[in-house]
């Protein structure tokens, strides 16, 4: 089983940034390749970014490349999601999520994630 738990969210004013983290249990980040999903009020849930098992490969959205980066610590099973730039489209509640992609190259499909923390906000004050 994976358990992982989100923080990091707030109020930020248009422009600046913060650092999200995603606490996972166990040794997860061998086995699974990690993934940052939002979803808006009233929209889908959408692709943020992701990171391979390996920690070799990122993959982003266009929407957020140059402005988010994903890395990791894997001595503290904590995946990150640095967000620059921030803007007022980018108010969500921010998901992490683990999973077995089994689709070569379809690290953006959420149904190739298995297990989902509980999210946490992000709002954007102008």
């Known amino acids: 089983q994976v358990q992982l738990v989100e923080s990091g969210g707030g109020l930020v004013q248009a422009g600046g940034s913060l650092r999200l983290s995603c606490a996972a249990s166990?040794?997860?980040?061998?086995?699974?390749?990690m993934g940052w999903f939002r979803q808006a009020p009233g929209k889908e849930r959408e692709f943020v970014g992701a990171?391979?098992?390996?920690?070799?490969?990122?993959y982003y959205a266009d929407s957020v490349k140059g402005r988010f980066t994903i890395s990791r610590d894997n001595a503290k099973n904590t995946l990150y999601l640095q967000i620059n730039s921030l803007k007022p489209e980018d108010r969500a509640v921010y998901y992490c999520?683990?999973?077995?992609?089994?689709?070569?190259?379809?690290?953006?499909?959420?149904?190739?994630?298995?297990?989902w923390g509980q999210g946490t906000q992000v709002t954007v004050s102008s």
């Open positions: 999520a683990a999973g077995r992609v089994l689709t070569n190259g379809a690290y953006y499909d959420a149904q190739q994630y298995t297990y």
């Open positions: 166990g040794r997860t980040f061998s086995s699974y390749a």
């Open positions: 990171m391979t098992g390996s920690g070799l490969s990122t």
